[in-house]
């Protein structure tokens, strides 16, 4: 049992990290951004391949993965994201779907299909009330942790934070201030691609890598954004971290139902805040 809620509290974490900058984005300019898995899948690729050219450093090697999607985050939302705002939001999800769907093309050309594994950089073990605990996951958990805190700081104590907090209630209103939303956006734009990557990489010595691997990540922080409500940045976390738990205890008792047990939590929010999203 003990076992199963380390992994949730994981798989939440890791949510977490790769869901925040969706539901920034979703609930600033209502835009379901769909690239942010291949932002994702690109971020894990980068890692694996200068793994090996920084002496399997697994720090450095999460520095440059996360470095190298940023630039390309920002490419994404200044040429495409940028110029589907205030439009309808089935615009955007089929052009960031394309953007999904051709990255993930590419990933299968450069790398192949083959699944990846990466070795866990620790296997150490702490020892609490005689239970033992994963260090590389407790390392997790912590991660997300001081993230949620240092974006809390963000929004709460910066000039671009302020902004994006007051465009999470009016948009409208900060614009008619004669605001220029469109770099602040594109900052915390880039801020969640490289958290996206950070969860990627994190998680790749739990799971193996594999082209598809974007696909799956950015549905789940979809079903995240939903049930934590568009642009609630503390809902997020809850949301993550209890369908992190939703995900453990289901693959208890079948673990076919996990990840569907997810999209079934979204639906039921859907059909009771079904006015929200209208």
């Known amino acids: 049992m003990i076992e199963s809620i380390m992994f949730g509290l ?9 869901s925040i ?36 450093s697994f ?23 940028r110029h589907l705002y205030g439009e309808s939001v089935h615009y955007a999800l089929v052009a960031t779907y394309g953007v999904l769907f051709a990255t993930t093309d590419l990933i299968k050309w450069i790398w192949g299909t083959t699944p990846y594994l990466i070795a866990v950089p620790t296997r150490v073990s702490l ?6 605990f994963a260090l590389y996951r407790v390392i997790i958990i912590a991660v ?11 929004f709460k104590k910066t000039i671009a934070g302020k902004v994006i907090t007051a465009a999470l209630d009016d948009s409208t209103g900060v614009r008619c201030l004669g605001i220029d939303q469109s770099k602040y ?20 010595p739990i799971a193996a890598a594999e082209p598809y691997i974007g696909f799956k ?16 940045l503390t809902g997020a976390f809850v949301s993550a971290f209890s369908l992190g738990m939703v995900i453990a205890m289901t693959a208890r008792v079948y673990p076919r139902l996990s990840e569907m047990m997810v999209f079934a939590v979204m639906a039921v929010v859907l059909l009771v805040r ?4 209208e």
């Open 144 to 154: 997300a942790a001081v993230v949620f805190l240092g974006l809390n700081l963000f």
């Open 59 to 81: 720090i450095l090697a999460l520095i440059v993965g996360v470095a190298l999607v940023i630039p390309l985050s920002y490419l994404v939302e200044r040429f495409i994201i």
């Open 127 to 132: 020892q609490v009330f005689g239970f033992s």
């Open 185 to 204: 956006f594109s900052l915390v734009f880039m801020i969640g691609s490289a958290l996206a990557g950070l969860g990627g990489i994190l998680y790749s």
């Open 10 to 18: 994981t798989i939440g974490a890791i949510l977490y990290l790769v």
């Open 274 to 277: 079904k006015e929200e999203y």
């Open 217 to 232: 990540f950015v549905l789940l922080a979809f079903a995240v954004t939903i049930v934590g409500g568009m642009g609630n």
């Open 21 to 56: 900058g969706f539901a920034i984005t979703f609930g600033t300019m209502r835009i379901i951004n769909f690239a942010h898995g291949s932002i994702y899948a690109l971020a894990v690729y980068f890692f694996m391949t200068f793994l090996p050219f920084v002496k399997n």
